[in-house]
């Protein structure tokens, strides 16, 4: 179990912004590995540290929590690790590699990257070479949850299989193209948010089966 327990034909599940206690249930009653909580305050999907840690309590022993991050200070993240049992941490500001390292401490973390046209594949998996996991998430306007797809076909196939089992793909998924990416890159794991929304912030619940149902349906497709 877990987010980084890389396993070809069964790819991984995240669902990132989860608020309430209804919604840490439904996401571990559908099966999901990892559930992500925003520690960035202009997001609409933000919690406080000690609502982090209340919705943590209530996940089973190999479901990840993780905290995802947008250039927090020392003092945010200290508050951070101090109240919420966070197991994986994700970076997706403008942290440095040197920066990840220090904040996570020994924990383990994974970098967003934001792509765009011409993304620089080698160099980013070069310069964040201690990354548990690269997160490919779409290049919009601010940080995350912009619920855009970007061109997976701009993604080399060649740093595709030589990264599989650390890349994450997130950016515009939801149970309807999921299978479509699952079935193209083969990523280690796959990032929802938005894709599982009624509105901004706001999770369905049978959406969020629904994107887990298309996961596993498309691992079965792709298995010989």
């Not at 991984?12 to 840490?24: E, H, S």
């Not at 990892?34 to 933000?46: K, L």
Request: charged share 15%; aromatic share 8%; hydrophobic share 45%.
């Amino acid at each position: 179990m877990g987010l980084f327990a890389y396993s070809p034909g069964h790819t991984r599940i995240k669902i990132c912004g989860l608020k309430t206690p209804a919604d840490v249930d439904a996401a571990v009653l559908a099966g999901v590995d990892a559930v992500g909580f925003v520690f960035y305050p202009p997001s609409p999907r933000a919690v406080t540290p000690n609502i982090a840690a209340s919705l943590i309590s209530r996940l089973p022993v190999g479901v990840d929590a993780v905290g995802l991050l947008v250039n927090a200070s020392d003092a945010e993240f200290s508050a951070i690790r101090a109240a919420a049992p966070i197991t994986l941490w994700q970076f997706h500001g403008d942290e440095s590699p040197e920066e990840c390292r220090r904040l996570a401490a020994g924990d383990p973390w994974m970098k967003a990257a934001r792509i765009g046209a011409q993304f620089p594949f080698d160099d980013f998996s070069l310069q964040y070479s201690q990354a548990n996991a690269f997160l490919l998430d779409a290049l919009v306007e601010g940080y995350g949850g912009g619920g855009v797809p970007f061109d997976w076909q701009g993604i080399p196939k060649a740093w595709v299989s030589a990264n599989a089992p650390r890349v994450v793909l997130s950016g515009g998924l939801n149970a309807h193209n999921v299978g479509e990416a699952i079935a193209r890159l083969h990523p280690c794991a796959v990032d929802v948010s938005s894709g599982v929304e009624i509105s901004k912030g706001v999770k369905d619940h049978a959406l969020m089966k629904e994107f887990v149902q298309a996961v596993r349906a498309a691992d079965a497709n792709a298995s010989p």
